[in-house]
């Protein structure tokens, strides 16, 4: 397909999605709901062809020889197309984020409210994870924003075939046509088109690789919320329960190793290196799950690889960890701090105190205490879902749910009042 048709087909369905967004905006809490009941009334219809489908993808990708955790990322479970559908009706359940006043006063006989707005049309482009589609789409409808997807060509059949269901379904309920809108165009020309349509788009959301992020951010006038890379940490402090410290490092690992809340480097006080790592070491080796180890880390368990710098500062989006020993937990701080994606930090400590330091001083969008950083979620969080991690500090950070998806504005009645 030659560029100019590209841009044509991608142009097209933008301003449609543009259109459609100023209906959206004006539907009422009880029609957004509706759409959205209808959507997971349909997903939960076709889940065979929603498996269909996602096998294909999953296939390919296998014979492409794409890495056991990635092939991971793509699969779509029965469970996990049910917590897609949970997720959507757990959205529903939620108060409506537009038109809530935030603040109020009056002046002058002026009165004076500043109120939540969607923002408008919205364009994800996404990597692996067929479920964001789902995601996505559901916190748009809620907070009344138009969506355009583009997802990641591992995942096209599965992508096709869930916003096919959605919109159709969405369609049929009173959404307005275009609202949800799927770009199937593979071609990475695509993206380097859709970055471009600033005149119709309010907001852009890369969600993937650095690689991919930076890219967008170096050929865009759009704004941009990206889903930050996740180099996690987890600390095991001096003061921490052993048995706890090892189930949560190990979880915080080796749940699902690939996504980004995974924990990528372990870090534990010296205090208790020799009773904490030969039984952390032993658990991650039995899950075929490689360790590399600073020099300290070698000396009480010398089966681990050894550690270089680049390793601190390393998302392995695989079974692969680094543990370093370090003297203390301000030594623990500041490591997280150097080499971190200010994204999932957490501390396995039974000190109040030395958790509280811990979680004022790491400059991350979520830090826990006695928390796998896997939980880091919308749907943990009670969001119903997510479209994205922040890991910037400008309008959201961390799990971003529909209020994430809002915008303000002030709304002023009076009675003749002018500038005198």
Request: glycine share 6%; hydrophobic share 40%; with cysteine.
């Amino acid at each position: 397909m030659e560029q100019s048709e590209i841009k044509q087909i991608v142009e097209k369905k933008v301003s449609m999605a543009k259109i459609a967004s100023h209906g959206l905006g004006l539907l009422n809490f009880k029609q957004r709901n509706a759409i959205l009941l209808s959507m997971a009334d349909a997903l939960e219809k076709n889940i065979k062809e929603i498996k269909f489908h996602n096998d294909i993808d999953v296939e390919t990708a296998k014979s492409s020889g794409v890495s056991a955790e990635l092939i991971d990322r793509l699969t779509l479970t029965d469970k996990r197309i049910q917590d897609m559908i949970d997720g959507v009706r757990n959205i529903v359940k939620q108060e409506d984020p537009i038109g809530e006043v935030i603040e109020s006063r009056k002046i002058d006989g002026m009165s004076i409210e500043k109120i939540r707005v969607p923002l408008g049309t919205i364009a994800m482009i996404y990597e692996s994870r067929p479920n964001v589609t789902v995601d996505a789409a559901a916190l748009c409808i809620k907070s009344g924003n138009a969506i355009v997807l583009r997802g990641g060509s591992e995942a096209i059949n599965s992508n096709k075939i869930l916003a096919k269901i959605i919109s159709s379904a969405g369609e049929a309920a009173g959404m307005p046509v275009g609202a949800v809108t799927f770009i199937d165009i593979v071609d990475r020309a695509a993206v380097s088109e859709l970055v471009k349509m600033d005149d119709f788009i309010d907001l852009l959301i890369p969600r993937g690789s650095s690689a991919m992020i930076d890219y967008i951010k170096e050929h865009t006038k759009i704004p941009i919320l990206s889903h930050g890379s996740g180099l996690c940490h987890t600390y095991i402090d001096k003061c921490a329960n052993i048995d706890m410290a090892i189930k949560v490092a190990f979880n915080a690992k080796c749940q699902r190793p690939a996504v980004c809340n995974a924990t990528e480097t372990v870090l534990v006080h010296r205090d208790v290196a020799d009773k904490v790592l030969p039984r952390l070491c032993k658990e991650y080796f039995n899950a075929n799950c490689e360790v590399r180890g600073c020099k300290l880390t070698k000396a009480i368990v010398p089966e681990v690889k050894d550690a270089t710098d680049k390793d601190w500062e390393t998302e392995y989006h695989a079974k692969i960890v680094s543990i370093k020993v370090v003297n203390s937990i301000q030594d623990a701080i500041n490591h997280i701090n150097r080499y971190g994606s200010q994204h999932s930090d957490s501390i396995i400590t039974d000190d109040k105190q030395r958790a509280d330091k811990f979680l004022k001083e790491v400059d991350s969008a979520a830090v826990f205490h006695n928390v796998s950083t896997r939980l880091h979620d919308g749907g943990v969080f009670g969001l119903g879902a997510e479209i994205g991690i922040s890991t910037g500090k400008m309008h959201a950070r961390g799990a971003m749910g529909a209020r994430e998806l809002t915008s303000t504005k002030f709304v002023v009645r009076g009675n003749g009042n002018i500038r005198e």
